[in-house]
C-alpha cells in the first residue's frame, strides 16, 4: 500500500518528457523530513491509526509512508478501511495520509471515482468583507479549501443586511459571494476573542483579509506577529492602492475604476466616463489575489515558508486595462485607426480617448441593432469584420463587390470607412433577430455574439448544464441563482452549497479546529468573545 507511479520499464523510440517519477518502495516520510516536516513509516495498521492520532494531535504537517500491504496497489480509498469514522469524524477530517503535507478535508464520490479538490487539506482563515476578499476566499472554497470566515458579532459582513430583497433574511448579495464557508463570529478586539484569533492563525494556512488600510495592525495582528505565531502562514492581503501617496485611502469598486484606467476609456468619446457592470476592481482583484495564494501555497511547498501577498484594486484594473495603456503608447506614433474617431476625421489628443464599443483589438468589431431594436434594449448583436472571413462578410450583407473593390478588400483600406462599413452591416441584421444572425454568422466562422440580458442569461440551458449558473437552497431564503465556479478543473468538480449563516459554525470551530475542551468554550462564551461588543459606561443610558 505505498503511494506510487510505476517507473517506466520500455525504452521509447522518441524522447520524451515525462513528468517527476516517485519509485514504488520509496520512503516518503524521509522526503517529507527532508523538507524539515514530520515523516511517519507504518508497516501495520495498528501503527498507521497511532501515526494518524498523533498527526492529528500535534497539528503539524505529516507525512505518513503506508507500507502494508504491497500488493493492494495504490493507497487511495483504503485508508478509510484502517481508520475508523470515529477518528475522521472526531477530528474533523483534519488529515490524511496523502503526498501533500497538509491538512486535509474529505473527499467525494463522484459516481465510480473518489476525488480530492485541488484545495483539499488547506485551511483558510477568512477575514474579508464586502465583494472583492469574498470572491478570492469563495474560488479558494470550490476548489475544496477549508474556508473559515471571521466575522464580527452580531453584525457580520455589512453586505449580509446590503440590497436586502426579503426582509431580515441574508441579501444575494452576501449570499452569492459567501457559498462553500464556515462562519464564525468573534469580536477580535476582546482579550479572549485575540486568544481565539492566535489559536486560529496557528490552525490556518492561509490568512486572506481586505480591511481599511493599517485595519489588521490596529487589532493587534501585523505580519511580524503573525509570522511569529505561525511562521508558515500566508497573508493575502488587497488594498486599494500599493505603496504610494493613496496608500491610506479606503477604496470601493467604482473607484478602483476610475483610477486604474478602466473609465477614462470606457464610454463615448464625447460623453462622461463610464465605469462597467462587471466588477473588474472587486472580482478581478479577488481572481489576482487567488492565483497570488495558490502560488505562495506552491513556494511554500519547497520552502516551507509563509510570506506576503498584496494586490491593489487600481493595479488588479490596470492589468485588465492593459490594451489601453498599450493604445496611450501607440499614440505617440500617430492616430489609433482602428478607432471610430480616426473615420471620423477627428483629431486625437494627448490621451487614449473613450472608444465606444470600437473593438479593443486588431480586427475591427461594433454593436449592432438587430431586429427588435426599437422596444426590446438588449437586441443587439457584436460583429466582428475578421479579416480572414471579409469574403463570406460581403457575401452575407450582400456586397459581393467589396471583395475586390480596392476601398474595402485589404484591412487598412476599411479603417478609415468602418462607419460606412458597420452601418451597411446593420442594415442586413435589423432583418434579423440577434439569435438568428448568430445562426447565419457562425455557419460561416463570422466571430460575433449576441447581447444577452441577465434574464436570457439566467435562462439559458447550457450554462446550467455546465455548473457556471447554479440553483441553490438557503435555509432562510430558499431557492435562489447564483454563479457556480468559472474554472473548471477536471479532477477537482466544484460543487457550490449555500453561505453560512452568521455564526453558524462558532461552536464547531471552536471544538472541531482548535479543539478546545467544553469548559474552554464556555469561558469563550462568558468572556463576551462572541457577543457583540458591550457598550462603554459612557454610551449607557443612566438608569
Ligand atoms: N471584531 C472586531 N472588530 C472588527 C472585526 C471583528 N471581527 N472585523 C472588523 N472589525 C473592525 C476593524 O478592526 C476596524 O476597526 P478600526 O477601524 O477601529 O481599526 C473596523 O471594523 C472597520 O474595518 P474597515 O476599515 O475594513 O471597514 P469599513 O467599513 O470602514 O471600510 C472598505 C470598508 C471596503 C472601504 C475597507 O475595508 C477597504 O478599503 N478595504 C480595502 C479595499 C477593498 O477591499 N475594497 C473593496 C470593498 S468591495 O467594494
Known amino acids: 500500500m505505498t503511494a506510487s507511479i510505476a517507473a517506466p520499464t520500455s525504452i521509447r523510440p522518441a524522447p520524451i518528457r515525462r513528468p517527476t517519477v516517485f519509485v514504488k518502495g520509496s520512503r516518503y516520510d524521509k522526503m517529507m523530513e527532508a523538507f524539515g516536516g514530520v515523516g511517519v513509516n507504518a508497516t501495520s495498521p495498528d501503527e498507521l491509526k497511532r501515526a494518524v492520532n498523533a498527526a492529528m494531535d500535534s497539528g503539524k504537517p505529516t507525512l505518513i509512508n503506508a507500507v502494508i500491504d504491497p500488493a493492494a496497489g495504490s493507497e487511495s480509498g483504503r485508508i478509510g478501511n484502517l481508520n475508523p469514522q470515529s477518528v475522521l469524524q472526531r477530528r474533523s477530517n483534519r488529515l490524511q495520509p496523502n503526498l501533500i503535507p497538509a491538512r486535509a478535508g474529505g473527499q467525494t464520490q463522484y459516481g465510480a471515482k473518489t476525488m480530492t479538490k485541488a484545495l483539499t487539506g488547506v485551511r483558510i482563515l477568512d477575514f474579508t468583507h464586502v465583494q472583492s476578499g469574498p470572491t478570492c476566499t469563495q474560488l479558494l472554497a470550490w476548489f475544496g479549501a477549508d474556508v473559515i470566515k471571521v466575522e464580527r458579532p452580531g453584525v457580520g459582513d455589512i453586505t449580509r443586511g446590503q440590497l436586502q430583497d426579503i426582509p431580515n433574511v441574508d441579501s444575494l448579495y452576501f449570499t452569492m459571494l459567501n457559498h462553500n464557508k464556515r462562519s464564525i463570529t468573534l469580536d477580535t478586539k476582546n482579550p479572549k476573542g485575540k486568544e481565539v484569533l ?295 468538480p466544484s460543487e457550490v452549497t449555500r453561505s453560512p449563516l452568521l455564526g453558524e459554525h462558532t461552536d464547531e470551530i471552536l471544538r472541531q479546529v482548535l479543539g478546545f475542551t467544553d469548559h474552554q468554550v464556555a469561558e469563550i462564551h462568558d468572556s463576551g468573545a462572541l457577543d457583540p461588543p458591550r457598550k462603554q459606561a459612557a454610551e449607557v443610558s443612566p438608569p
Open 198 to 492: 492566535t489559536a486560529l492563525i496557528k490552525s490556518c494556512d492561509v490568512l486572506v483579509e481586505n480591511f481599511g488600510p493599517g485595519v489588521l495592525d490596529r487589532m493587534g495582528f501585523p505580519w511580524e506577529k503573525i509570522q511569529s505565531i505561525n511562521p508558515k502562514m500566508i497573508v493575502a492581503s488587497i488594498k486599494g492602492f500599493g505603496p504610494g501617496p493613496y496608500e491610506d485611502c479606503k477604496v470601493y469598486e467604482n473607484v478602483a475604476q476610475c483610477t486604474g484606467g478602466a473609465a477614462s476609456t470606457t464610454g463615448f468619446r464625447d460623453g462622461l466616463p463610464l465605469v462597467t457592470g462587471a466588477q473588474i476592481g472587486d472580482s478581478g482583484t479577488g481572481l489576482h489575489l487567488a492565483l497570488g495564494i495558490v502560488t505562495a501555497l506552491y513556494q511554500r511547498t519547497m520552502t516551507g515558508q509563509g510570506q506576503k501577498v498584496t494586490a491593489a484594486m487600481q493595479d488588479g484594473v490596470l492589468n485588465l486595462a492593459r490594451v489601453k495603456l498599450r493604445d496611450q503608447q501607440r499614440l505617440a506614433h500617430g492616430p489609433l485607426k482602428e478607432y471610430s474617431q480616426f473615420g471620423e476625421g477627428i483629431p486625437f489628443g494627448d490621451a487614449v480617448p473613450r472608444a465606444g464599443n470600437d473593438s479593443g483589438g486588431g480586427q475591427p468589431g461594433r454593436i449592432v441593432k438587430c431586429k427588435g431594436w426599437e422596444t426590446d434594449p438588449n437586441a443587439y448583436l457584436y460583429f466582428i469584420t475578421q479579416a480572414p472571413v471579409w469574403e463570406k462578410i460581403c457575401d452575407v450583407i450582400g456586397e459581393p463587390g467589396w471583395k475586390t473593390h480596392p476601398d474595402y478588400a485589404k484591412p487598412p483600406a476599411r479603417l478609415s470607412r468602418l462607419n460606412e462599413i458597420f452601418a451597411r452591416i446593420e442594415q442586413w441584421t435589423m432583418t434579423k433577430t440577434k439569435f438568428e444572425a448568430m445562426e447565419i454568422l457562425n455557419k460561416d466562422d463570422i466571430p460575433c455574439g449576441p447581447i444577452l440580458s441577465m434574464k436570457e442569461i439566467i435562462e439559458d440551458q447550457s450554462l446550467r448544464a455546465t455548473g457556471t449558473v447554479v440553483e441553490v437552497d438557503h435555509p432562510t431564503r430558499g431557492k435562489y441563482i447564483s454563479v457556480g465556479n468559472p474554472i473548471k478543473l477536471s479532477d477537482s
